[in-house]
């Protein structure tokens, strides 16, 4: 009987956890979609008018350019870096415990004090807020270490003697990176990427201490926020979800191949 109740209380806490974890976003999806020019119920009807006004903005369309264009670059960049340092960190070195977390610091550093310390470090160095150079720096600083450690696990496993038997053939450490790590590694490295992408698309806190006149999203989407609550606002969040969960879900993906490679492998 008491183990009865016990999955009684189980499924009942279960279910009101998703539902105050993803009743919200239902909520937001549906007033994506409601025919009222105030955001908010009751329901006057079902209209996709505010996707295509989302579509139609120009500031929009330009910040999501940006948006994608820094993404990229703070993904590439912060992927590179994290192999670099993946295949470094493979062997022993003098300090190895103290650059982990180096790297890892971002992560457990809040994002206020995070984004005042990299205003502070650019107005020493006199470097103007831009999109490819403050903000793409302060993008790669927060995504890099999360690369790092979705990266760093399958470069370890990686056979050291499938390396040594390359360059007993003669390879050189280019040839065996690229004919033998590479192969190994490249759909974590894809999910690394896809990852890093999904988390500078999102990043905020850091973004508006750096950023000049160019507006990423969620810079652009907090300003419309704090200045009119237009009904296509919804509408803009919920896109901005769908592209973040895509970038996951295909991320996700990627890395469950990597893993199955990695078992054949072994």
């Not at 994506?32 to 006004?53: A, C, H, K, M």
């Not at 750096?210 to 009904?231: S, Y």
Request: aromatic residues 12%.
């Amino acid at each position: 009987m008491s183990d009865r109740w016990a999955a009684i209380a189980q499924r009942t806490y279960v279910t009101m956890f998703l539902v105050a974890l993803y009743m919200p976003l239902v909520m937001l999806v549906a007033l994506s979609f409601n025919d009222s020019r105030i955001i908010g119920f009751p329901w006057e009807g079902f209209t996709v008018r505010w996707y295509l006004q989302v579509l139609e903005s120009r500031p929009l369309l330009e910040a999501f350019a940006n948006s994608l264009l820094v993404g990229a670059a703070a993904a590439a960049i912060a992927t590179a870096l994290a192999a670099g340092l993946g295949l470094a960190f493979r062997h022993e070195f003098r300090l190895k415990k103290l650059l982990f977390y180096a790297i890892v610091s971002p992560i457990v550093l809040p994002g206020i004090a995070g984004g005042v310390l990299l205003l502070l470090f650019f107005g020493l160095l006199g470097v103007p807020p831009k999109l490819l150079t403050t903000v793409l720096v302060a993008h790669v600083n927060w995504a890099l270490p999360f690369a790092f450690l979705v990266l760093y696990p399958r470069l370890s496993r990686v056979d050291s003697a499938l390396e040594d038997a390359a360059r007993d053939l003669g390879a050189t450490d280019l040839q065996v990176f690229t004919r033998v790590i590479w192969p190994t590694i490249w759909p974590a490295a894809a999910a690394t990427f896809l990852f890093a992408l999904s988390l500078s698309f999102d990043e905020f806190i850091r973004t508006i201490f750096v950023t000049g006149g160019e507006r990423t999203i969620p810079i652009h989407f907090w300003i419309l926020v704090i200045e009119e609550l237009t009904p296509e606002l919804p509408a803009m969040a919920t896109t901005i979800v769908l592209v973040t969960v895509c970038l996951s879900a295909l991320a996700h993906t990627f890395l469950r191949f990597s893993k199955g490679g990695a078992n054949e492998q072994h």
